[in-house]
Nanobody
Framework: VQLQASGGGLVQAGGSLRLSCAAS????????MGWFRQAPGKEREFVAA????????YYADSVKGRFAISRDNAKNTVYLQMNSLKPDDTAVYYC???????????????????WGQGTQVTVSS
């Protein structure tokens, strides 16, 4: 699976962005999809995950109620809608995929086999 993340940019606090993660090589509807982020000097951290198409979604407490993960199976693309952005959301955002991850591993970066290249999100105060 090849993943291509896009949609990052510079936005003011309180604004919104939608990140996209387009896949090629395999259809995503059987994969668990995750979004992670990494700020300078910090470890990569979990943001959101979606179990196989039609399954549940999971969020980090820091983004719950502001971010939403969704899938478009026809486009083989996963999205991360980010609303009410804060300066603390500034990071490089990565999408990830895995076909065999279990529930307890959803928030663990090393559990995912496939990664996109990252897209920068900068939120100004």
């Amino acid at each position: 699976v090849q993943l291509q993340a896009s949609g990052g940019g510079l936005v003011q606090a309180g604004g919104s962005l939608r990140l996209s993660c387009a896949a090629s090589g395999r259809t995503l509807n059987t994969y668990v999809m995750g979004w992670f982020r990494q700020a300078p000097g910090k470890e990569r951290e979990f943001v959101a995950a979606s179990r196989r198409s039609g399954g549940m979604s999971y969020y980090a407490d820091s983004v719950k109620g502001r971010f939403a993960i969704s899938r478009d199976n026809a486009k083989n693309t996963v999205y991360l809608q980010m609303n009410s952005l804060k300066p603390d959301d500034t990071a490089v955002y990565y999408c990830a995929a895995d076909s065999s991850i279990i529930l307890t591993q959803l928030r663990t970066p090393r559990a995912y086999d496939y990664w996109g290249q990252g897209t920068q999100v900068t939120v100004s105060s």
